[in-house]
């Protein structure tokens, strides 16, 4: 017999005085992000083929070990072919999203990444499984063999942290071909086509290894001399999926010219995947450029930004020029996926001048955020050396021709027609030009460690707020405490038949009320035996940290402090009250009768978590 988790979780939550409204479909909620796959590989080492990642109800089971593959999965293995396991996937009704990371094989430190987008309602986990062809090599694949060993979203909707990291000793063999290294029967080795290779009909193992050197296999080849996946320490691939991030960004400008020295117009900014290029050194510049140079006109660069196909972000930065000391801000929201640095530009004429500038010649100068989509802290500092000429506009400092120094009109300079360089400087004092007006006494820029202009760059994530619950009520409730992993029955916490201080143990849920051995009181933090008067769930002897399984659960006297537990019954965690690190678990990850309860350092998997069963809900 199995019971809804809908009703249990309700009259769980209700009868421990948390109060949950039910779910309906304007509370799903979309989130995006990206899985990043990484090789681990040393240089000459293995490669990855392209790898197939799906997001699912736990009910999708990639293969099982000691048993056969199927047609999808050695494709996968064979052949690196992931079309196969995506149709066998999207045809279960389990199936949320699914995706192959990367185009080509994955060698030694290159990353790869996709983007995902998936609805999740709360109530119902979601678990990430992932497949790949190990090559060279005849049919070694990595992949997760238990469906739920890598939960995404947990029953109430929360996103969960995946990282996986497989080592040589992780590496499978699907058993559907020989091991024989021949290189027109091994792929990515001399194979001509798929599945070509000589048919073993065996089933998955733990991969025996590559032929030893000298035996003419894939070791002996000088590309793949450090592929040896069972030396000590060999690491062969890392999978992490990151949720996109929304950050509030600032950019501050500050004019660190002296008095009566040089002002900047407003200042572009811009955000991109580090392909936008402001201008090239000995190069001339673009028409957006040259109207930065001659007018401080911004207008034409943002619309060539918007154009450009890495663009994320821009702006103008003030609404007019600054001058000594003055500063200037803009705030903007953001929103960051992994698996693609981000970089920042800018540029800002000098004024007054003909085609004096300040900008990043180098697109990838500034890094933004890396490529986990974490913030960077930006920090551009400019001084007289770092001014360019467009070399768009003679350098006369004419009045009429000079930008905010008496031009009426813009770009009516005298034509350079020539490339971007260093800037000489201001004609001396005593021409008549810039440095012999009252109020530009101190912009001879040329000077030793002459300050121009600082930018900052900071960045806040926003996080939404989430609801504080309601206080719980300490109210006593009587039922089972049902493990949420499934396997063709509902598993219960047990306490051992006639042992008032047995262990406890893991069987198949008996509804009927009759096993008095599965009935608990759960009052006051502590789970009260039915069957046994004055017994309560406790640790047993020792700190789950002296032993690799933990500590066993057991019945004992209920007045001691090693009674006490903590549930949330969203979470389904049931946390040891002074060790809350420690949760209750059963020893192994798939349920067998008599399997023995443990306290163990708590994992965000399924069998760590339980449902409260009331009693009423079942007899109902």
């Known amino acids: 017999m199995k019971i809804s988790s809908k009703a249990i979780s309700v009259a769980a939550a209700s009868l421990l005085g948390v109060w949950p409204t039910l779910v309906s479909a304007s509370e799903t909620t979309v989130y995006k992000g990206s899985v990043v796959v990484t090789n681990l590989a040393p240089v000459q080492g293995t490669c990855q083929t392209p790898v197939w990642?799906?997001?699912?109800?736990?009910?999708?089971?990639?293969?099982?070990?000691?048993?056969?593959?199927?047609?999808a999965v050695e494709r996968i293995a064979e052949d690196g072919n992931t079309g196969p396991i995506s149709s066998d996937f999207l045809a279960t009704n389990g199936a949320v999203w699914d995706g192959t990371?990367?185009?080509?094989?994955?060698?030694?430190?290159?990353?790869?990444?996709?983007?995902?987008?998936?609805?999740?309602?709360?109530?119902?986990?979601?678990?990430?499984?992932?497949?790949?062809?190990?090559?060279?090599?005849?049919?070694?694949?990595?992949?997760?063999?238990?469906?739920?060993?890598?939960?995404?979203?947990?029953?109430?909707?929360?996103?969960?942290?995946?990282?996986?990291?497989?080592?040589?000793?992780?590496?499978l063999d699907a058993g559907?071909?020989?091991?024989?290294?021949?290189?027109?029967?091994?792929?990515?080795?001399?194979?001509?086509?798929?599945?070509?290779?000589?048919d073993q009909g065996g089933v998955v193992t733990s991969h025996p290894g590559l032929k030893p050197v000298g035996s003419g296999g894939i070791l002996d080849d000088p590309d793949f001399s450090n592929a040896d996946f069972l030396a000590e320490g060999y690491r062969m691939m890392e999978i992490k999926v990151v949720l996109d991030k929304t950050y509030k960004g600032r950019v501050t400008v500050v004019n660190e010219a002296p008095a009566l020295g040089t002002c900047q117009t407003?200042?572009?900014?811009?955000?991109?995947?580090?392909?936008?290029?402001?201008?090239?050194?000995?190069?001339?510049?673009?028409?957006?450029?040259?109207?930065?140079?001659?007018?401080?006109?911004?207008?034409?660069?943002?619309?060539?930004?918007?154009?450009?196909p890495g663009g994320v972000w821009d702006d103008a930065v003030s609404d007019r020029p600054f001058c000594s000391g003055e500063s200037a801000t803009t705030e903007f929201e953001i929103t960051v996926s992994a698996g693609q640095p981000l970089y920042f530009s800018y540029t800002t004429m000098v004024v007054p001048s003909n085609d004096a500038f300040l900008a990043n010649g180098n697109p990838k100068a500034f890094m933004a955020f890396d490529y986990?989509?974490?913030?960077?802290?930006?920090?551009?500092?400019?001084f007289g050396t770092?001014?360019?000429?467009?070399?768009?506009?003679?350098?006369?400092?004419?009045?009429?021709?000079?930008?905010?120094?008496?031009?009426?009109?813009?770009?009516?300079?005298?034509?350079?027609?020539?490339?971007?360089?260093?800037?000489?400087?201001l004609q001396p004092v005593g021409s008549g030009g810039i440095l012999d007006n009252e109020n530009f006494l101190n912009a001879d820029f040329t000077q030793d460690d002459y300050r121009m202009l600082t930018i900052t760059v900071e960045f806040e994530e926003i996080v939404e707020e989430a609801p504080v619950p309601p206080a719980a009520v300490d109210e006593p409730m009587y039922g089972y405490l049902r493990s949420r992993i499934e396997r063709n029955q509902d598993w219960c916490m047990t306490a051992a038949q006639r042992r008032a201080n047995g262990n406890m143990l893991l069987h198949p849920c008996d509804y009927t009320g009759?096993?008095?051995?599965?009935?608990?009181?759960?009052?006051?933090?502590?789970?009260?035996?039915?069957?046994?008067?004055?017994?309560?769930?406790?640790?047993?002897?020792?700190?789950?940290?002296?032993?690799?399984?933990?500590?066993?659960?057991?019945l004992g006297?209920?007045?001691?402090?090693?009674?006490?537990?903590?549930?949330?019954?969203?979470?389904?965690?049931?946390?040891?009250?002074?060790?809350?690190?420690?949760?209750?678990?059963?020893?192994?990850?798939?349920?067998?009768?008599?399997?023995?309860?443990?306290?163990?350092?708590?994992l965000r998997r399924a069998d760590y978590k339980w449902d409260i069963v009331p009693y009423d809900v079942v007899m109902a």
């Open 53 to 71: 990642v799906g997001i699912h109800d736990g009910s999708f089971d990639v293969y099982d070990r000691n048993a056969p593959v199927t047609t």
């Open 101 to 171: 990371v990367g185009e080509r094989p994955i060698c030694h430190g290159e990353t790869v990444s996709i983007p995902f987008e998936v609805s999740v309602t709360p109530g119902q986990p979601l678990y990430f499984s992932y497949a790949s062809m190990v090559v060279p090599s005849n049919d070694a694949f990595l992949a997760n063999g238990n469906p739920i060993a890598h939960e995404i979203f947990d029953a109430s909707g929360r996103f969960m942290d995946v990282l996986i990291e497989d080592v040589g000793g992780d590496v």
């Open 176 to 198: 559907t071909e020989v091991n024989d290294e021949i290189p027109l029967n091994t792929a990515f080795f001399g194979q001509l086509e798929g599945n070509t290779g000589t």
């Open 266 to 308: 407003p200042v572009w900014v811009g955000i991109h995947d580090g392909s936008f290029d402001v201008y090239d050194r000995n190069a001339p510049a673009s028409p957006a450029l040259e109207r930065i140079a001659e007018d401080g006109n911004v207008e034409p660069l943002i619309d060539a930004f918007a154009m450009a």
């Open 372 to 382: 986990w989509g974490k913030p960077m802290s930006v920090l551009v500092e400019d």
């Open 386 to 425: 770092d001014v360019l000429d467009a070399g768009t506009e003679e350098n006369d400092e004419i009045p009429q021709n000079t930008a905010f120094f008496g031009q009426m009109v813009p770009d009516s300079g005298i034509v350079e027609g020539s490339v971007i360089v260093s800037h000489p400087g």
């Open 514 to 554: 009759r096993s008095a051995n599965q009935l608990f009181r759960f009052e006051e933090g502590q789970l009260r035996s039915v069957a046994y008067e004055g017994r309560c769930v406790q640790v047993g002897f020792g700190r789950p940290e002296e032993n690799f399984d933990g500590v066993r659960i057991r």
């Open 557 to 602: 006297e209920c007045n001691n402090e090693a009674t006490k537990f903590a549930y949330d019954p969203m979470e389904g965690y049931l946390q040891v009250d002074d060790m809350a690190q420690y949760c209750v678990s059963f020893l192994g990850t798939t349920p067998n009768s008599a399997d023995t309860i443990h306290a163990r350092e708590c």
